[in-house]
């Protein structure tokens, strides 16, 4: 490829809005556009590293199984009201009816249409196990669409689904995934880690989510510095440090004006935070049905929202209104589920509190608490769970080291999905008894545009990007210091260009009537392993300068001498 003949443009001033350094240089170097939030025009450039990480995916899927195959955007509204996720997905997921009224969504994830295809075509044990994978488009109406493609609303997303007959063999098919995303994020240059992920919409028994560790990443990773532990914030737990024993206490209404708060009520009666308890209200939505929340925390710990979705089986939550509190009995600022109206509401009370005598708790009534409420004695819940968020420092719950806290993005997610979509669905298979059975489900994304982002972000200097070799959009650059033409400059490069090109290299060469200042600066911004300078200066001497684009450092090579060159370029032949 010439670079006069490249459709791209290098920007020397950072756009407006672009909030990460790799957003930056993607957009400085020519590898995209944004067309509206969340939606990202691919140029020459960035396509051919997206496509070059599709094909590392391609290889590493196909290596453990996997067979391609696409599946369709566009899904009927059917499929999604059988497995019971229709009416769950917020306005994330957009939904229309088509000219007959048929209703219908674009897919934001393909289990249902993975389990109606394995559904046509599995019919015995003796096709098991199967992996298919596909890269598809999917739409997300993100409400925050932010860091340019590390989260969008259009992108492509590898997709996988495998089917086996029986829990043992999802645990092999999952394990192979695993170590194929291990190898795909390797060869992409890309640092990652895999921690324990909540299951959210996809459902199952487990799951791991593979984290670039980013400042910039969305999600809070706990992570244990002695051990492998690590999970999202999202489902992370600790050990949580045990109340001393003590006899229960009756109960004693104290005065506490203007104490609203946990941190107030502590100075005001001059007791620690772990002897107090707080309220946290929430409705919960299910459907179309409505519940009201009323959680239960120590006061030393904070509430974790996805905990108390996962428990509840809450598709979401919203906080309850002073009204929607008062209803029920309690004060805001000044509540406890003590003599509380229960009618229409779950008291849902982290697993701390029933060992934690005597706490200080609401009165119900403004400007008064509670001395020695009890679990037990004093109130109950109708779930008793873990709902505390862990925090940095936390006691690690398999070797009680302390928690270290990281940002990370997600790049990678599989599940253990189970038979909760082949069951929804009808998916069976007629096993070696004869006997019908559904099919043991898996589920495995990654996002090559996010996993692109993400290297933009770790793989780069001040003077622009610095692709890792199997990624990269070309091989190198050759960089002419004259204007082309019929110059022996234009002609030396021309030639260097073919042969080059005819070795397996796929070379840009940079014949654009620039400055040799501008071509360097657009080289170092676009990235490509290795420049090749061809100069009238270097000519007369017989030599051609190889430089390195992640050292930076410098070859010179004989004019002409093509396995020198190979070798200083990193390759043979």
Sequence with gaps: MRASQLFFTTLRDTPAGAESRGH??????????????????????????????????????????????SMPLVQPAELWQQSGRWGTIDESMVRFSDRAGRAACLAMTHEEAAADLARQVVSSYRQLPALLYQFQTKFRDEPRARGGLIRVREFTMKDAYSFDPDRAGLEASYG?????????????????????????????????????????GEDTLLLCPKCDYGANQEVATFRKPQAPREEQQDLEEVSTPGARTIEALSRYLGVAREKTAKAVFFVAHTGDEERFIFAVMRGDMELNETKLKNVLGAARLRP???????????????????????????????????????????????????????????????????????????????????????????????????????????????????????????????????????????????????????????????????????????????????DLTARGLNVLLDDREESPGVKFKDADLVGLPWRITVGAKGLKEGRLEVKQRSSGESYAVTLGDMQALMRALGKTG
């Design 320 to 498: 309850a209104t002073p009204e929607e509190i008062r209803r029920t009995g309690a004060e805001p600022g000044y509540a406890s589920p003590v003599s509380i109206d229960r009618a229409g509401v779950t008291v849902v009370v982290d697993d701390a509190v029933p060992t934690s005598p005597n706490l200080v708790a609401g009165a119900n009534r403004e400007g008064w608490h509670l001395h020695n409420t009890n679990y037990g004695r004093d109130y109950q819940a109708d779930v008793v769970a873990d709902i505390a968020a862990a925090q940095a420092g936390d006691h690690c719950p398999r070797c009680g080291a302390p928690l270290a806290s990281r940002r990370g993005v997600e790049v990678g997610h599989i599940f253990k999905l189970g038979t909760r979509y082949s069951e929804a669905l009808g998916a069976t298979f007629v096993d070696k008894a004869g006997l019908h059975r559904p099919l043991v489900m898996g589920s495995y994304g990654i996002g090559p545009g996010r996993v692109m982002a993400c290297v933009a972000e770790t793989h780069s200097d001040d003077a622009g990007l610095v692709w890792p070799e199997e990624i990269a959009p070309f091989d190198g650059v050759i960089t002419t210091l004259t204007s082309a033409g019929t110059s022996e400059v234009a002609e030396v490069a021309d030639q260097l260009y073919l």
């Design 24 to 69: 930056q240089l993607l957009l400085r170097a020519g590898y995209i556009r944004q067309l509206g939030a969340g939606l990202f025009d691919y140029l020459p450039l960035g396509l051919r590293v997206k496509h070059k990480v599709e094909n590392i995916i391609r290889q590493e899927m196909d290596a453990v199984g996997g067979q391609e195959v």
């Design 176 to 216: 192979r995934v695993y170590k194929a995303y291990e190898r795909i994020f390797a060869r992409c240059g890309l640092e990652v880690i895999a921690v324990e992920s909540d299951l959210g919409m996809m459902g199952g028994s487990g799951g791991h989510e593979f984290m670039a560790l980013l400042d910039i």
